[in-house]
């Protein structure tokens, strides 16, 4: 830790792009997560998907939605018809 504290911004950020650890950049990284776990809400619970979006980090049912179509393909009210 103490390393990578000490390199330089641009080498940090370097080593992140290209990180083996993540397999993706960063942020699509935790965006997937993000998705995973709005799916997993969609289908064992009966919340909203306002409330999934919420709980999941998004800001809105409408980002959850645009994120999931970019991302996944579907839609959160696809998944909970599919469940």
Do not use: D, W
């Not at 776990?37 to 306002?50: D, G, P, R, S, W």
Request: net charge positive; with cysteine; glycine share 4%.
């Amino acid at each position: 830790m103490q390393q990578l504290l000490r390199q330089c911004r641009i080498r940090f950020r370097q080593n992140l792009k290209g990180s083996k650890t993540f397999g993706e950049p960063p942020h699509r990284y935790l965006v997937n997560l993000r998705l995973s776990f709005a799916e997993k809400l969609l289908v064992e619970t009966e919340m909203t998907i306002a409330e999934v979006a919420y709980l999941s980090g998004f800001s809105s049912q409408s980002h959850l939605t645009s994120a999931m179509r970019r991302y996944k393909k579907v839609t959160p009210a696809l998944i909970r018809s599919q469940a």
